[in-house]
């Protein structure tokens, strides 16, 4: 099979329509992979499209991930058993609202780093990550008989530099790998990121999600000839942490939709958006911090849980006036279920079991997380005051997202974002002598704009007491990746960050939702898997848990809630709530 750009995509020489949709794989559970495809295919797309994430398959340096849910080769070959060809947007970059929009936490742990451009040992880790990946890539694609038809090179880069150089490279980088198929970039629709972004062999597109008109009409002058491609329409958005649920003009968006398959080609941003589970969310900053919600529902046409929407219907019946609809019978059953309520079970504090979860590193100065070799969750740092010293002033250098300051384990102050940049009063002063504990969250790493490069998080200078570096620090990584290490024999504080435990009996097997009404601010883990974070501010208000990450008999929940405010329970019910 030959697919080929010329004034039009080309498949085995004839004219091919693209009719794409954004499915990430690394954001459904593998289980229902099937199912969303065929859905996909069932409004009438040919194409799926996806990001790959730098930072989940080679989590540490040098060590890679291609196993369960990071499987990209099956993923990719399930498609194809579908009848869908497939378009890949490799790292090193992805935005995707995606923690550090893709790139590995541990390239910050290297003094002077510079992301996203031609400095040579940022380029030395894409290298050597590209060779592993691509290699998994070239079967794929369609010259090979897989059903791989285009990649991109880089992201939306023309909305971050101008480096030609470093777009080159991964071009020729990618070349020299093996990669046949045509290549992309893409970029919003105005000259200035368009000439930013784009290389010479590469066909440049756009993106955007409104004014279809204009928008081709932008790229048809920055590109004379070519095919008219939007990568991302965009047919929703996405939410953060004390904003508003996003949503969306159907009528709008629908008749955008026609615009563009009447001039053009599309791929749907998101077709199914799917969770961010873990820790893996990213922020946007624009005068603050707005991290993202665990959910990515994007307002898509799947909803979070693969429920067909009537934006799917609406634009089905666009896509059905230029395409015969196939019939896709659906092999997946997929329900909702309500579990009711589960009484707290079992409670223990941070404090109680902090040895148990993470070997203490002492150091004269606190590190951020990602020099001491860890990616997201929590970080603690201990130190102790001297016998005649009482804390009075305090100020936290270079700290990133949010940090509770605790006097003698008791809470002192919290501080978000801005507020870590100015030195607080303490009121009152602590105990002469006093233990002092300062718990940081990585909230999720800006994944746009020009601050990729400044994404450390916990605290990466240091710590003045009174106005003078405090020196002498244990540090408590807390990644919270072996949670089965929680021991609920221990003392439980009240008002205290603590974990808590659940057990509920499943006879039925479905999807259903975490309400966390009444409880303050966390994570959550549903049989050992992280199934994101949940805080009161909203918009979000229930976390989704899909069917496959339960079993028949005994489940476990295991909350872990930083701000001392827990309810007596949580409920399972089957329906979301963003807002």
């Not at 130190?383 to 003698?408: H, M, P, V």
């Not at 072996?482 to 999807?511: C, H, N, T």
């Not at 992280?530 to 979000?540: A, D």
Request: aromatic fraction near 12%.
């Amino acid at each position: 099979m030959t697919f080929e750009i010329k004034d039009t995509f080309r498949l085995d020489g004839a004219p091919f329509q693209i009719i794409s949709g954004s499915i990430h794989y690394f954001r459904v559970v593998p289980a229902y992979w099937r199912d969303r495809l065929e859905k996909l295919k069932a409004m009438g797309c040919n194409t799926v499209e996806t990001y790959i994430p730098w930072n989940l398959h080679e989590p540490q340096k040098g060590t890679f991930r291609f196993d369960g849910g990071l499987d990209i080769p099956r993923f990719v070959r399930l498609a194809q058993e579908l009848g869908l060809y497939v378009i890949l947007r490799p790292s090193p970059y992805i935005c995707a609202e995606w923690d550090l929009g893709g790139l590995p936490a541990w390239l910050l742990a290297e003094d002077g780093m510079r992301l996203r451009c031609s400095y040579p040992p940022f380029l030395a880790h894409v290298e050597a990550y590209f060779r592993v990946l691509l290699k998994r890539l070239v079967p794929l694609q369609a010259d090979r008989g897989g059903p791989v038809i285009l990649m991109q090179v880089e992201n939306e880069y023309g909305s971050y530099g101008n480096d030609k150089n470093y777009l080159r490279q991964l071009r020729d980088l990618m070349r020299a790998e093996g990669i046949t198929v045509p290549l992309i970039t893409s970029d919003g629709p105005d000259w200035e990121r368009l000439e930013g972004g784009s290389v010479e062999g590469a066909v440049p597109t756009v993106n955007f999600g409104s004014h279809p008109e204009e928008q081709f009409e932008s790229l048809r002058g920055f590109h004379p000839g070519g095919p008219l491609m939007c990568t991302e329409f965009w047919t929703g958005w996405f939410d953060h942490w004390g904003g508003g649920h996003t949503g969306g003009d159907l009528e709008a968006s629908a008749r955008d939709l026609d615009i563009l398959l009447e001039q053009g080609h599309v791929n749907l941003y998101m077709f199914h958006g799917g969770t961010n589970f873990g820790f893996m969310n990213g922020s946007n900053y624009s005068g603050q911090l707005m991290p993202d919600v665990s959910s990515y529902d994007y307002d898509a046409p799947l909803t979070e849980d693969g429920q067909i929407t009537e934006k799917y219907r609406r634009y089905q019946s666009v896509i059905a006036r230029r395409r015969k609809i196939p019939e896709v019978p659906l092999s997946t059953e997929i329900r909702r279920k309500r579990y009711g309520s589960l009484p707290v079970r079992e409670k223990t504090s941070l404090f109680s079991v902090l040895n148990d979860l993470s070997s203490p590193i002492p150091d004269a100065v606190p590190h951020s997380m990602e020099r001491l070799g860890q990616s997201g969750g929590y970080i603690l740092y201990h130190t102790g005051l001297k016998s005649q010293e009482s804390a009075r002033r305090l100020r936290l250098w270079q700290a990133n997202d949010r940090a509770q300051i605790f006097l003698d384990q008791h809470p002192a102050a919290t501080l978000y974002d801005r507020e870590l940049l100015s030195e607080i009063s303490l009121d009152p002063p602590s105990a002469k002598g006093a233990a002092l504990d300062i718990l940081v969250e990585n909230m999720g790493r800006v994944n746009f704009g020009p601050m990729l490069d400044s994404q450390r998080k916990g605290i990466d200078q240091g710590v003045t007491v009174n106005g003078h570096w405090h020196h002498n620090w244990l540090q408590y990584p807390l990644p919270l990746d072996q949670i089965d290490l929680v021991d609920f024999s221990r003392p439980w504080l009240e008002g205290l960050p603590g974990f808590y435990r659940f057990v509920f009996q499943a006879e039925e097997l479905g999807d259903t939702f975490l309400d966390f009404t009444d409880w303050g601010k966390g994570c959550a883990f549903v049989n050992g898997f992280h199934i994101g974070r949940f805080w009161e501010v909203g918009p979000q208000k229930r976390l989704y848990i899909p069917a496959p990450l339960l079993k028949e008999g005994k489940n476990e929940i295991i909350l872990f809630e930083t701000e001392g405010k827990t309810g007596t329970s949580i409920s399972l019910q089957d329906s979301p709530s963003l807002g």
